[in-house]
């Protein structure tokens, strides 16, 4: 065994967090280990934004997912964490847009090749930031493995799938209306529109029609929209309105003649049962020109100015064109009523402009055949959601989707693998092909589009191993364990993950899909930038240290509740830290000549104190493994906070020390504590390391622990070192201390004044409070320790079921009589509270059973105290 080099008296994070992960590197730690076939973990890292800056909310995700690893890793499974980022088409073309734009860089200027080329350049400098930011954090992730959704592999897995499900006619092309983003300049998915609730006017707008003297009274929010009118339409068999039926509308303005035609789609309810068909601007309306055989008219273009077809309007900004299409209205008298009105609007989620919905030709995705696998899946067992209510939203969603616009007008991407000659026949191949599919021409030219960047994601659980290659690791690490995202991403990327990877390689990519809360501020608040309340991870860590921000946000992780966070816990955590740190100075001072115990080691007797630090011990290490295993970070965080700061430090410690320092106990007693101390120790960094990773692998490289703790075994729990007694025995004893110190000071005496105890001897565990009376009556400060029953002039008391008297020297029970009848006081009022509370029937109606049962017990304790202060008997 090394030679345990001493822990510098601070604790000071940030001298040894990066000299630890590089450790780490160093000694391949975050390989997966063992061999091809033992029990694997597997997990795939939710690739952050390629240029991206780590979020508090990736501070989390990541925290939660390393945790497991590192648990896992440690249980001896064969553990691999496959990192990598995400190139986020959309929003990264859009700050790379920026920041060219701030050199006076305009896109179209340069040109497609060479604005690639600048985003390259871009993500190669990026790239480094987010893997340093991921090490700060502690990540334990296998770097040999990094993928990239733009990498070669990738972008194959891409192509052979858009391909295949082509193929398969899940891949089409069509005219439809989309969601268009004037300003992104780019088709977007419904998941990427934003519906924000806002006033605006319903306009009731005349309509003349031929061979009627009433004409059609038609209401809408967008006036500028009617100029893409082609028919009314009404509802069937609707009395008000049949008089209509086959005859021609003149479309006020422009004086197009259209035609009045009934469909379903009609609202009988809205307005006057008359509604515009206006096909190029509105998906209802393009779905019922289609049944009706009438023409599409666009009105607004892609940059979301009128077109030639608006007429007098054309060329003006969408909204100008509505200001004057209603003034040439209202001149016109065409306008009967307009209504204050609350409608939802669409709003581009990356740039918050208005949504046109616009019809252009675009790549869809049939979503529906790949829905009901995925429902399936879910349904069946085979993907467990954790919390579980999300289930429910799960399959609301996927029974009610629609088809999946993939195709983005944008440059940063997987272009479309889809070729036209020029007679536009379209051919779909991986690579680009020499000659068209249907007439032969050569010469194609390649559809401009990029995918849906999400298209990709779908993948990334299969094609980060090699998929569609047949490789060793897609063998054995796919299908991964655990996906752990926010709940914000389960329809765009978790769903589509289950669908895609159901379809094609047949298993769901993952077993259990954790979705975590948001990281809000300590008020409850959602961070961001206008309020100035985020907190950047990076800053928090370099303050507090990353395990101590890791260890917070772990602790707050409570299944489907968002995480408060407050800089006062990250600093608590700290002190937690410094916990640890201090035991490990003092059990290192105590144990200098000791041997590392080995499971070998000839079994000396273990001392009561030992046996009951082990009890203690082993019922953290059945809890921790047992909340992990439930996903419950915050419950196993508090059962190590628990154990190592009330059972480790604040009893164990303080209670060896009158054995360690001679005061008391045998050389055994001694040779024993010591060796448990160092187990302990030792079993408490294992158990702390997937929480606080840096300080325990500090700390055991200091007391030269074997090999890498990362890599180390985790504890294991002993059924046969449980010992209830023993740390019955240890709780009393700490609460009887407790006591005698509070009578000490509620009574002004000073800590060191002698008291005489006396100990009822039928008390709970009287025997081993005799073995472990030295203990007490030197932290205790104790002139006598007596096991016989309390005199009546004794101060009185129950503790843990344990009667009590004490005596200070050299005063009369009676100088304490005041501090007594005020605890007596005290207690009147909580037992009456208490009592009544019990007597009430609604309560007892109400609060659940083991509630009630605590508050029972807790009067019955109160009571028992109450006559043991009176000194009356009981
Ligand atoms: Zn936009
Ligand atoms: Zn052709």
Known sequence: MASPSPLPKTFDPSSFEERQSRRWEEAGSFLPGGRPGDPKFSVVIAPPNVTGKIHIGHALENSLVDAMVRWKRMQGFRTVWVPGTDHAGIATQMVVERALAREGVDRKAIGRDAFVEKVWAWKRESKDSIRHQLERLGCSLDWSRERFTLDEGLSRAVRKVFVDLHR????????????????????????????????GKLYFIKYDVEGDDVGAIVATTRPETLLGDTALAIAPNDPRTRRLVGKTATL???????????????????????????????????????????????????????????????????FEARARVLERLWSEQRIVDAQEHVHAVGHCQRCDTVIEPYLSSQWFVRVAPLAGPAVAAVEKGEIRFVPEHWTKTYFEWMRNIHDWCVSRQLWWGHRIPAYYCARDHVTVAEEPPAA??????????????????????????????????????????????????????????????????????????????????????????????????????????????????????????????????????????????????????????????????????????????????????????????????????????ASIYEFVWRDFCDRHLEMVKPVLSGKTGSDADRRSIRRVLLACLRDVLALLHPFAPFVTEEIWEAIGGAGMLATARFPKVDAAIFDPESVGAVRALAEILTRVRNFRSERGAPPTEPAELRIAPDAPHAAALRELGPILAALGRL????????????????????????????????????????????????????????????????????????SRQRLFEMEKRRAALAGTPH
């Open 168 to 199: 398969d006619g899940l891949v089409y092309r069509g005219r439809y209306v989309v969601n268009w983003c004037p300003r992104c300049g780019t088709a977007v998915s419904d998941l990427e529109v934003n519906h924000v609730e806002t006033p």
């Open 252 to 318: 006020p303005i422009l004086g197009r003649r259209l035609p009045v035609v009934e469909d379903d789609f009609v609202d009988r309810e809205f307005g006057s049962g008359i509604v515009k068909v206006t096909p190029a601007h509105d998906p209802n309306d393009f779905a019922a020109a289609n049944r009706h055989g009438l023409p599409a008219v666009v009105v607004i273009g892609p940059d979301g100015r009128m077109t030639a077809e608006a007429g007098p309007f054309a060329g003006l900004d969408r």
């Open 436 to 637: 068209c599919g249907t007439c032969g021409l050569p010469d194609l030219v390649q559809d401009p589009d990029v995918l849906d960047t999400w298209f990709s994601s779908q993948l990334w659980p299969f094609s980060v191993f090699g998929w569609p290659e047949a490789t060793d690791d897609l063998r054995e690490f796919y299908p991964t364990d655990v996906l752990v995202s926010g709940f914000d991403i389960l329809f765009f990327w978790d769903a589509r993950m289950i669908m895609a990877g159901l379809r094609l390689t047949g298993a769901p990519p993952f077993s259990i899909l954790h979705l975590h809360g948001l990281v809000r501020d300590e008020k409850g608040e959602k961070m961001s930038k206008t309020r100035g309340n985020v907190i950047d991870p990076l800053d928090v860590i370099a303050e507090f240290g990353a395990d101590a921000v890791r260890f917070t946000l772990l602790s707050l992780a409570s299944p489907g509740r968002d995480l408060p966070l407050a800089r006062s816990r990250m600093a608590g955590s700290r002190a937690f830290m410094t916990k640890v740190w201090n035991a490990t100075r003092f059990v290192l001072a105590q144990t200098e000549a000791t041997p590392a115990p080995g499971r070998g080691d000839p079994a000396e007797p273990l001392s009561l104190l030992d046996r009951a630090i082990l009890s203690r011990l082993h019922e953290t290490i059945e809890a921790v493994d047992r909340q992990l295993g439930e996903f419950r970070f915050d419950l196993a965080a």
């Open 783 to 854: 002139s006598s320790l007596a096991f016989e029953s309390p005199a009546a002039d004794d101060l009185r008391d129950v503790v843990e079921g344990v009667s009590l008297g004490i005596r200070f020297a050299g005063r009369e029970a009676a100088t304490d009589r005041a501090g007594i009848d005020r605890e007596l006081d005290k207690l009147d009022d909580e037992i009456r509270v208490l009592a009544a509370r019990l007597r009430n029937p609604d309560y007892l109606e109400k609060a659940p059973e083991p509630v009630v049962q605590k």
